[in-house]
């Protein structure tokens, strides 16, 4: 079955810096790769995600990266805001079905 | 309601006893998925249901763990003989089809003493 790896597991950045989050996956059968935002205590909800007929997809401060080919998958925020600090998660699917199998979770702590 | 709702939030039981946890997805929601989170770390799945049938339950860890959907909306994660190991936030999710956004509800909390 699928395998999804995320880095770092803590991360802590300056107001105003840019964050990086990175996963990799198994399965080159995989071809939806959605990021979720967990704060604490709270549901996942999903931030954005890309398929794999694309390379890059942003929203606002947010962007994402697939790299089919080494089959990895990374999270850009920049500008970040004390408001971004929660727990990330990627997570990755084939065709079937849309079973996530999601990353360990990446924690971020935005310092004012 | 406008988001997925789980029932109950907290549950806490004895070592042994049976367990019941209520998933009602977003109303027209064809996929609907349980999945388990553990302390710090990323949610693990467990079933998913297109409709009535269960079309996955590869994630279900034993015959302890059983779920229904009988009318293709509300859904049911039934586990026997709870175990201590069994504690974790059990989160529901729905999505409009199976290649769609899923939508998580706030999970049901489950404590086994």
């Known amino acids: 079955g699928e395998n999804v790896e995320q880095h770092p597991s803590t991360l802590s950045v300056q107001e105003g810096d840019s964050a990086v989050i990175k996963c990799t996956y198994s399965?080159?059968?995989?071809?939806?790769f959605p990021w979720y935002k967990q704060e604490l205590g709270k549901r996942p909800q999903l931030i954005i995600d890309i398929r794999s007929n694309v390379g890059e997809k942003k929203d606002q401060r947010i962007a994402v990266t697939l790299n089919k080919t080494a089959k990895h998958f990374s999270l850009h925020i920049t500008e970040t805001q004390p408001e971004d600090s929660a727990v990330y998660f990627c997570a990755a699917s084939g065709d079937a079905g849309n079973m996530l199998t999601f990353g360990g979770g990446t924690r971020l702590m935005v310092k004012p | 309601g406008a988001g997925v709702s789980q029932t109950p939030s907290n549950k806490v039981t004895e070592k042994g006893k049976y367990v019941e946890l209520r998933c009602d997805p977003i109303s027209g929601h064809t996929a609907l998925y349980w999945y388990r989170q553990s302390l710090g770390q990323g949610p693990e799945f467990l079933i998913y249901f297109q409709g009535t049938g269960a079309a996955d339950d590869s994630g279900l860890p034993n015959d302890r763990f059983f779920a229904v959907r009988p009318e293709g909306s509300v859904s049911t994660l039934k586990i026997q003989r709870t175990e201590r190991g069994d504690s974790a936030v059990y989160l529901c999710?729905?999505?409009?089809?199976?290649?769609?956004?899923?939508?998580f509800g706030e999970g049901s909390r489950l404590t086994v003493l």
């Open positions: 399965d080159s059968a995989s071809n939806y």
């Open positions: 999710a729905s999505s409009l089809v199976s290649t769609g956004e899923l939508f």
